[in-house]
């Protein structure tokens, strides 16, 4: 099996209801190393469940998409009609365009500037209002076919899309001085900046060692001109204290914080004990118009 048949973690509410999923929203990240989902409860405006599973580190996006029966093996239920579904692609495949730059005709030019052809796959565009830009990527026919025969209703955007318009949406007039949010992926990091509730700055990159990403981290904010000693960094994501990437993190950042709950929404006791930065783009997946 692709899929570690026992889930990683495994998280629900004693009012959950298999047989109540039309009642439900399903929140699902997949990624070529794991995929995890969020149960929400329309009626009780209430996050219910959340599973992760281990994924085999994959080479192409058949085999992904072929975790996605295994899954279904194992979570029969995650394949009954749910109210609405969101599956967040999370790869590097993609571009930002600005919104006044954008021609939906022209996208696969966009992405090709920096990124390789994907055989496979169609072009796909996410439209971020609130950072008034798209977000172009490749996504695989496989994969997209896959979901759409599971999921009839889903919708699928990016998980970078998911990430800046969240921060976006939540960090709306609370703070007009420039912070830098870093989403720590698998062998990579999201690094999103927002000043004055505008979206300044967005990218991702790879990392193989700590001295990689503290690197990264720093020449971004050097082209910025973000000061270390005094620009906020929220941390969300893989990450957290005691790892490496955090500790060197720390040797030269002053200002570090773990993104926190979003207040929206209500929590079940059940995951109470979970660290709620790390599954920060599925919680707030929710509040996202894509």
């Given at each position: 099996?692709i ?9 629900y509410?004693k ?18 190393d ?10 009780k405006?209430?996050y ?20 996605l ?19 967040i ?38 439209s ?8 172009v990527y ?9 979901i ?11 998980l ?16 007009s001085?420039?912070?830098?949010y ?24 790879k ?9 990264f ?16 960094i ?22 570090i ?9 209500e ?15 599925l ?5 996202c118009?894509?």
């Amino acid at each position: 099996m692709i899929t570690a048949s026992k889930p990683v973690i495994s998280r629900y509410d004693k009012a959950f209801r298999e047989d109540h999923t039309r009642n439900y929203h399903l929140t699902i990240r997949l990624s070529p190393d794991g995929f995890s989902f969020v149960v929400f409860s329309l009626d009780k405006n209430r996050y219910l469940g959340l599973e992760t599973f281990s994924i085999k580190q994959l080479d192409n996006s058949a085999k992904l998409a072929a975790t996605l029966d295994e899954i279904a093996m194992i979570r029969q239920w995650i394949t009954y009609p749910f109210h609405s579904v969101l599956v967040i692609i999370d790869h590097v495949f993609n571009t930002l365009v600005p919104a006044p730059l954008f021609d939906e005709k022209e996208k696969g030019l966009f992405l090709a500037f920096n990124q390789t052809f994907q055989d496979n796959s169609r072009i796909q565009s996410d439209s971020l209002k609130a950072a008034e830009a798209f977000n172009v990527y490749y996504l695989s026919n496989p994969l997209v076919e896959k979901i759409k025969d599971i999921w009839a209703n889903a919708r699928i955007a990016h998980l970078q899309s998911v990430l800046i318009e969240s921060l976006l949406i939540t960090q709306r007039n609370k703070t007009s001085e420039p912070t830098a949010y870093v989403h720590v992926r698998n062998a990579g990091f999201d690094m999103v900046v927002l000043r004055n509730d505008k979206l300044l700055f967005a990218n991702n990159f790879k990392f193989t060692t700590p001295e990689d990403f503290i690197y990264f981290l720093l020449f971004s904010m050097d082209q910025l001109r973000l000061n270390p000693e005094s620009t906020n960094i929220v941390l969300s994501g893989s990450i957290e204290k005691g790892m490496s990437i955090y500790e060197i993190l720390f040797q030269y950042v002053r200002n570090i914080r773990f993104a926190e709950r979003n207040n929206a929404f209500e929590y079940s006791y059940i995951l109470e004990e979970l660290s709620v930065h790390q599954h920060f783009v599925l919680f707030n997946a929710l509040q996202c118009e894509l």
